[in-house]
């Protein structure tokens, strides 16, 4: 429709100019005295807008060759700014490729052509982030051919440039450097130095998944592993490593933090910091509870502790959890002092409903020696001893059996049950004091 409009106004131009041009009578006459010159109004018409085109031909001639010079210099201009552009690009590929003497060489090449065109009062607008960029790849360069000296001075050129305040770019680019700082000091082995470099970030960007990397490093080489905990739940929840990662280097923390508890009121501390989730992890609550017994902590604790992987083991048996329950059962042996009548109705029940699970009938007799439970010990032990698989409980087991024929003055059946844990002894590495 729009192109139907412009021919059919085309049409009416054309036909006004027809008709005004194809019958005007008009004459125009030109006097230059002495002389008169007479001519028609077309022929004027036409020889003015000649003249007006020769004129305008004319400036734009005498404009061109007047901006000759200065459009040569432009153009040396852009050349030099194409040449470093193609040296930032070469410094960027030579580094990723493992050629750092290059990279470094041409990361200088842009440096020194950015001043070329400062001292030439021909900076361009993006100068400024283009030489701190030149400057971090050369200082990477360096670092990577452990020339420390000369990464650090590059580093500082690099800061130095860009203004503190800046735009969005420019405060990209210095957290880039400051981030890339932290990781070159870890790279030193100075875990002080990557943190400080670190704490210096702003607090969104601390928060980087980059960041939160570093730091996790920096954290573990530095020995702080509640700082490094904590990282590492947030990077589990920022997604930075896959589930089956993350739970493994979370546990791993927090084994670590259990090893480095030297009270039980550190301990204590530390187990009041985890959440439910954790506290219910086997993984987590045996060696906790297992370290709280090496510390001289309260029994009726150790069990509390316990109690929720207790619950979930019995509550849904599985092959992973079935896996920790000869771990549990040493340390619930382990902490069977002071036994109240709940955890023992718990074992109890237990016992009764997996017969075909020695260990728990082993749990179930020792809770019944706490108790004073003889009979009902004798018997749980009796049938538990032979099938137990572990050499400790095995052993511990005939102990108590030899002990308790002691006891009663069965001396013929305390002497079959002494050589029996003393065979069930033999595989063990060390000789385990006996259960009193």
């Not at 031909?57 to 470093?84: S, V």
């Not at 082995?189 to 943190?195: G, I, L, P």
């Not at 698989?389 to 087991?397: G, K, N, S, Y």
Request: charged share 20%.
């Amino acid at each position: 429709m729009r192109a139907a409009l412009w021919l059919m106004g085309l049409f009416a131009v054309a036909v006004a100019a027809a008709l005004f041009a194809g019958n005007n009578q008009s004459t125009v006459t030109w006097f230059w005295s002495p002389y008169r010159v007479d001519m028609s109004l077309n022929l004027a018409i036409v020889l003015i807008l000649l003249a007006f085109v020769l004129l305008y031909a004319a400036l734009r001639a005498l404009a061109t060759l007047l901006q000759m010079p200065h459009q040569a210099r432009r153009w040396r201009m852009q050349q030099k700014e194409r040449g470093m552009n193609q040296s930032l690009l070469e410094a960027l590929s030579h580094l990723q490729a493992g050629r750092f003497l290059r990279a470094r060489k041409a990361a200088l090449a842009a440096l020194s052509t950015e001043q070329s065109l400062r001292d030439a009062k021909a900076a361009i607008p993006y100068g400024e982030r283009l030489n701190a960029t030149a400057n971090l790849l050369a200082a990477d360069a360096s670092h990577a051919l452990q020339d420390g000296a000369l990464r650090d001075k590059h580093w500082q050129q690099a800061m130095e440039v860009l203004p503190s305040p800046g735009n969005t770019q420019d405060t990209e680019i210095r957290e880039g450097a400051q981030m890339r700082s932290a990781r070159w000091a870890l790279d030193d082995r100075d875990a002080t130095d990557s943190m400080r470099r670190l704490g210096e970030l702003p607090q969104g960007a601390g928060r980087r998944t980059i960041a939160l990397r570093i730091k996790l490093k920096a954290a573990r080489l530095a020995g702080d592993t509640r700082i490094a905990l904590d990282t590492a739940r947030l990077l589990a929840k920022h997604r930075a490593f896959s589930p089956a990662a993350s739970a493994s280097v979370v546990r791993g923390l927090l084994l670590a933090s259990i090893r480095d508890a030297r009270d039980t009121s550190s301990l204590q501390q530390f187990w009041l910091s985890l959440d439910e989730d954790e506290r219910a992890m086997p993984e987590i609550a045996i060696p906790a509870t297992e370290r709280l017994v090496e510390l001289g902590g309260e029994a009726p604790q150790a069990r509390a502790w316990l109690l929720p992987v207790w619950e979930h083991l019995l509550a849904r048996p599985s092959p992973r959890t079935e896996a920790h329950l000869p771990k549990l059962v040493q340390v619930l042996q382990s902490c069977l002092g002071k036994l109240d009548g709940a955890w023992l109705a718990r074992m109890e029940a237990a016992a009764n409903a997996n017969p075909r699970e020695p260990r728990l009938q082993y749990l179930a007799g020792m809770a019944c020696v706490q108790r004073q439970l003889w009979g009902k010990a004798q018997q749980l032990l009796t049938r538990a001893a032979p099938q137990l698989e572990e050499p400790l409980l095995r052993t511990r087991a005939w102990q108590r059996l030899a002990l308790m024929a002691e006891h009663r003055g069965d001396m013929e059946a305390s002497a079959i049950a002494w050589k029996l844990a003393a065979q069930a002894m033999v595989v063990l590495p060390d000789n385990p004091a006996q259960d009193e």
